[in-house]
């Protein structure tokens, strides 16, 4: 959850961070994160924020907001300059986006998505799952609704019909908080996510177990609008991605995120989400 100095910073539509004073200066290069990232620690998001200021020479600007909506609304109509999305939105308007680059998590550039319920249920797929009261992250999340309304889509069924009821926690972390307190009977949430909180909250993630896993699809990338994929901005943010291993401040970033850095990464990566888009709109109308 976010601290409350960040909370109230992310309800005014940025980030507050230390200033960064020795880059040029110049209009802020803004910067927007969604519940794609995996915690709000405020010190986390400082040590980000400097590390891209410094890297790129400009000033950057951290961007929160509660949805993915928000912050692709943002990124198209250039009020950001990038963004942190998920792979659901970057093919939705696959047309007005470019890719800068993909996040590297154990090697890879790719994640799956959990179906996560109560450690110690007996289930082990969706169909196991009919009736419950289930945890959706985001409805423009890949693996927080996507892929799960693709399972049930397969099936000729629609979430309303098969859930008892749904609700949408808007971050992974909450998804797996309210199916560890209770609150739901199972979840939708990102692999990574989960992932990284046995390692970072393990008494928390022991009361739950993932039911059922996907396929790897491309990890969440960073992208920017197709007008400004060319720009210096954009080149100096690719470049200050790909070198951040080779960097102290950088280095401690990935770390707290686990991840190993960030390549290039191609759109094909992301034509399992655009299939489940497909599949969707062709079974699930709509």
Known sequence: MLTRRAWLAGATGALVVSPVRDVKAATPFRFGLTPVFLTSDLQLLEALQRYLSLSMGAEVEL??????????????????????????????????????AVPVWRGTTTYQSYLIVADG??????????????????PDSNSGYLVTRALLAEQGAKPQGFFQRTFFTYGHRN????????????????????????????ALTRQTRPAWRSEWM???????????????????????????????????????????GFATG?????????????????????
């Open 63 to 100: 961007v929160l907001k509660r949805t993915y909506q928000e912050i692709a609304s943002q990124l198209l109509s250039g009020l950001l300059d990038a963004a942190w999305i998920c792979g659901f939105p970057f093919i939705a308007y696959r047309r007005e986006l470019a890719l800068v």
């Open 218 to 260: 491309g990890f969440p990338p960073v992208a920017t609008s197709t007008a400004n994929a060319d720009s210096d901005g954009i080149r100096r943010l690719r470049q200050a991605l790909l070198t951040m291993p080779d960097d102290e401040t950088g280095r401690s970033v990935l770390a707290q995120l686990r991840l190993d």
């Open 175 to 202: 998804v797996v908080r309210a199916v560890a307190a209770g609150l739901a009977q199972s979840g939708s949430v990102d692999g990574y996510v989960w992932e990284v909180m046995t390692e970072t909250e393990p």
């Open 266 to 286: 191609q759109p094909s990566l992301f034509d399992s989400i655009a299939a489940r888009v497909d599949l969707v709109r062709t079974l699930g109308g709509g």
């Open 121 to 138: 249920r007996a289930a082990s797929g969706i169909t196991d799952l009919r009736g419950d009261i289930h945890a959706f992250s985001d």
